[in-house]
Structures are given as structure tokens and as C-alpha cells.
């Protein structure tokens, strides 16, 4: 089992820039790769920004430019760095991690974290 907590979320205007953070605990080992998904109500999860192991990084096309996925292996934490927010951003954005055990996928999610883009 892993469990993550997320933070970083909150009100920003149009133009600004939000740091969210995931901790990451539990059974962290045999990771494949770890995410930023965003849901707004009454639409489908989407996925924002992706790190594989490896350090492969791969973008929506909405964020590409302006978001950056990286982590802390020490702290056991994966970033998303969001510049230039526009009010679409508006969202909560859930951090994922994947895991692979014995050709098996495993994914986890944290609870959410709440971004509002707004003048």
C-alpha cells in the first residue's frame, strides 16, 4: 500500500503560479511512474503531467510550457510547478502513483487538492 498527501492548492489570480506537493509513504518500493491528474465537477479526470522512473516527462497539451512535473527521491515527494495559471486550470488536482509488482499495476491516489484560478 502506498498513501500520499497532497498540499500546495489554493486561490491564485490569472498570471500567478502555485507549487503542489505529494508525499509519498508506505510501500514505495517497485514505482513506475508518478502523476498529476485534475478533475473539474461533472467532467472526467484528466491527466496533467506524467514522470515515469526513468525521469521521462510527458504534458497535456493545455499545460505544455507552463507546468513542470519533478520529484525528491530523498523526501519521497513528486512536484507539479504550475505557471501562467489561467482560469481553465481551475480544478482539483489529485496526485497518482503507479506501481508495477509481478507484471501486475497497482495505482494510488491522494485526496485531492483544490486549485482555483480567479481576479
Known amino acids: 500500500q502506498v498513501q500520499l498527501v497532497e498540499s500546495g492548492g489554493g486561490l491564485v489570480q490569472p498570471g500567478g503560479s502555485l507549487r503542489l506537493s505529494c508525499v509519498a509513504s508506505?510501500?514505495?518500493?517497485?514505482?513506475?511512474?508518478m502523476a498529476w491528474y485534475r478533475q473539474v465537477p461533472g467532467m472526467r479526470r484528466e491527466l496533467a503531467a506524467t514522470?515515469?522512473?526513468?525521469?521521462?516527462?510527458n504534458y497535456a497539451a493545455s499545460v505544455k510550457g507552463r507546468f513542470t512535473i519533478s520529484r525528491d527521491n530523498a523526501k519521497n515527494t513528486v512536484y507539479l510547478q504550475m505557471n501562467s495559471l489561467k482560469p481553465e486550470d481551475t480544478a482539483v488536482y489529485y496526485c497518482?502513483?503507479?506501481?508495477?509488482?509481478?507484471?501486475?499495476?497497482?495505482?494510488?491516489w491522494g485526496q485531492g487538492t483544490q486549485v482555483t484560478v480567479s481576479s
Open positions: 497518482n502513483v503507479a506501481q508495477v509488482i509481478s507484471g501486475t499495476r497497482y495505482d494510488y
Open positions: 508506505g510501500s514505495i518500493s517497485s514505482v513506475y511512474a
Open positions: 514522470m515515469t522512473i526513468g525521469d521521462n516527462t
